[in-house]
């Protein structure tokens, strides 16, 4: 009974560590993932984190894709990027 009960506990302890290992071995490679991609979603083209090309409808600012330009700034619709507004104007 004892051996039995030995073994038992010894299955249990390899078969939690296979998993543990598993799970690390997972998130190393999510961590890598991520650290490789860091353009947004609607990033089409993104080559060494930095985005080159956005999807339609989106505006290109800072390797960033945005819907919207922000506050000094004014949506070019021929190149789809966010530039400095000139003066008070939009």
Do not use: T, W
Request: aromatic share 14%; charged share 25%; with cysteine.
């Amino acid at each position: 009974m004892k051996y039995y009960l030995l073994s038992f506990l010894l299955i249990i302890i390899y078969v939690h560590h296979a998993y543990s290992l598993n799970n690390i071995f997972l998130n190393k490679n999510y961590i890598k993932k991520i650290e490789i991609d860091k353009c947004d979603n609607e990033c089409i083209q993104c080559e060494n984190s930095i985005c080159k090309k956005c999807q339609r409808g989106f505006y290109s600012l800072k390797n960033k894709c945005l819907k919207i330009c922000p506050d000094n700034f004014i949506a070019d619709n021929f190149s789809f990027e966010c530039k400095h507004s000139l003066g008070r104007y939009k």
